[in-house]
Nanobody, 124 residues
Framework: VQLQASGGGLVQAGGSLRLSCVLS????????IGWFRQAPGKEREGISY????????YYADSVKGRFTISRDNAKNTVYLQMNSLKSEDTAIYYCAVGRPVASAWSTSSMYYYWGQGTLVTVSS
């Protein structure tokens, strides 16, 4: 089982990035995928989740309306489109696979496997 996150980089405030998480070793439709981030000196934060079955999506208040999670089952890939980026979005972003209950989607302990992370830096 592997998750490969990519798409991070340096962007100016107000700009956009799209992160990708490519999964191998299991089927995307059988699991949910969460996106988390961790800024220096801060705890890891769950920011978005998409269910494997049905595709329901969830967002943290900090990114709601700016970020969009989506998936391509044929490519076994989950995306995180990030618009209107702010300096406080600067962090390492991780994707993870799990089957959390809806109320616990942002709890990192609910996930089984994690990608290596991709760095997003937003300059003000």
């Amino acid at each position: 089982v592997q998750l490969q996150a990519s798409g991070g980089g340096l962007v100016q405030a107000g700009g956009s990035l799209r992160l990708s998480c490519v999964l191998s070793g299991f089927r995307l439709v059988d699991y949910g995928i969460g996106w988390f981030r961790q800024a220096p000196g801060k705890e890891r934060e769950g920011i978005s989740y998409i269910r494997g079955s049905g595709g329901s999506t969830y967002y943290a208040d900090s990114v709601k309306g700016r970020f969009t999670i989506s998936r391509d089952n044929a490519k076994n890939t989950v995306y995180l489109q990030m618009n209107s980026l702010k300096s406080e979005d600067t962090a390492i972003y991780y994707c993870a696979v799990g089957r959390p209950v809806a109320s616990a989607w942002s709890t990192s302990s609910m996930y089984y496997y994690w990608g290596q992370g991709t760095l997003v830096t937003v300059s003000s």
